[in-house]
């Protein structure tokens, strides 16, 4: 009786032994959201891979912090739900800090400005900002701070969309008369898609700072210390900028 005692206390032991080990290597691993249509920031490439700005600069990060990170695709509609959720650690997809979102997530170091431009057909003229467009309807994606931007200007009509790219279409179809988004994500429309060259531009100037940040679930300290620390690194070591020579310019 004694022997068998022994023998399954050193059997719980393996086992206990074994899983903390577990735990200790997927404790170092983050599992990070990112709506994957927003090129060059994050997007899925003719391999089925989620590529771009965000995943390269993160990727950096967890080899500057010594964490691994997994990339997984959610819509944006239910991103936020599904990190309050725990259904992943954090989210990364050009998401903007903003005082209403710090209310309920906590953020990481900025990591990029891209403020909001409006994109109209080339051939517009006299049109440099929202309120040269007052009686006309302007795109956005839902629930972005693009879509914020064109609901604070009095006489435009805000139109949302599942995704930006489905505002591009209408708007190059004629149907409506701007959209805003993202500096970065306006470019790759506007200069990078074969689609798109020659029948778009933007004008004036960004109308608002935008600081992109890495998003956790409020009080998950422990994630956020992980990401700061590799991010940081990664900044000061100007991997953001050569990122930004890569995609965005």
Known sequence: MLKKTLIMTMLVAVIAGAAFCGGQKESNKIVIATDATWPPMEFINSDKEIVGFDIDLMMAAAKEGGFEVEFVNAALDGIFAGLGAEQYDAVMSSVTITEDRKETM????????????????????GVTTLADLKGESVGAQIGTTGAMEIDKVSGVTLKSYDELG????????????????DTPIAADYVLQNDNYKGKLKIVGEPFTDELYGVAVKKGNKKVLDMINAGLQKALDKGIDQKLQDKWLR
């Not at 489905?166 to 988004?181: F, K, M, P, Q, T």
């Open 166 to 181: 489905l505002a591009i279409e209408d708007l190059v179809n004629g149907r409506i008369a701007g959209v805003v988004a």
């Open 106 to 125: 906590d953020f990481s170091v900025p990591y990029i400005n891209a403020g909001q431009v409006l994109i109209v057909p080339s051939d517009t003229s």
